[in-house]
């Protein structure tokens, strides 16, 4: 059976984030059973090598040690329109907006760093990770370019800052690298680097401080 699929937007509104809500296809306005596969098409901003470098806030490796299923939820803020969509609108708007958008299914990654690159963190602290596309009452939302980090695997990841303390990773799925040791190779076909090790990526950020 073909997976649903529902279109996902990623505004600055939610950079915290990443992700805005999703718009559902009309064809698709019914509930998904319990059981059924729901494909979220987020749209991920696009890193060259130099851009990811730069607009990561942390770039660390480290080993995942819990995951956990969530829901991520639109902040609104900023004070442009781009930042914020609920600019502009009058209260009952605003509500009424806010009150259908029941935010985006994700998984919440614990992740104990090793080494620090970049970023205002240390070895042996643990961070979360939110990644779009998770399970929600029995449902499996798989996002398209997002590769859900596994529970005891080691990874080097370009991360931007979310919501709450949170990170994420850049462009869905093309900061994040998986290895052990010097060398870790990209889980997405389209990301950056094909393979980098921790030296590369101190090197990097050095030209980035």
Request: net charge negative; aromatic share 6%.
């Amino acid at each position: 059976m073909e997976p649903r699929r529902i279109r996902c937007s990623a505004v600055a509104a939610v950079a915290l984030l990443g992700l805005a809500a999703c718009g559902e296809d009309q064809e698709n306005e019914t509930a998904a059973p319990s059981g059924e596969t729901v494909q979220l098409e987020p749209d991920y901003p696009s890193y060259d090598q130099e851009s990811m470098t730069a607009e990561a806030v942390l770039i660390a490796s480290g080993t995942v040690i819990a995951t956990e299923h969530t829901v991520l939820t639109p902040t609104y803020e900023g004070d442009t329109p781009e930042e914020n969509p609920l600019l502009g609108l009058s209260e009952e708007e605003k509500q009424e907006a806010m009150e259908q958008d029941e935010g985006v299914p994700a998984t919440a990654i614990t992740f104990r760093i090793n080494e620090v690159q970049k970023g205002d963190a240390s070895p042996g602290d643990e961070i979360v990770i939110v990644q779009t596309g998770g399970m929600v009452d029995g449902i499996e939302y798989e996002a398209s370019g997002t590769t859900i980090m596994e529970d005891g695997v080691e990874y080097l990841v370009f991360a931007g800052e979310g919501n709450d303390g949170t990170y994420n990773v850049l462009g869905g799925s093309a900061g994040l690298y998986r290895g052990s040791g010097d060398t870790y190779e990209a889980v997405d076909p389209e990301a950056p680097f094909d393979s980098i090790s921790e030296d590369e990526a101190e090197s990097l950020a050095d030209e980035h401080q």
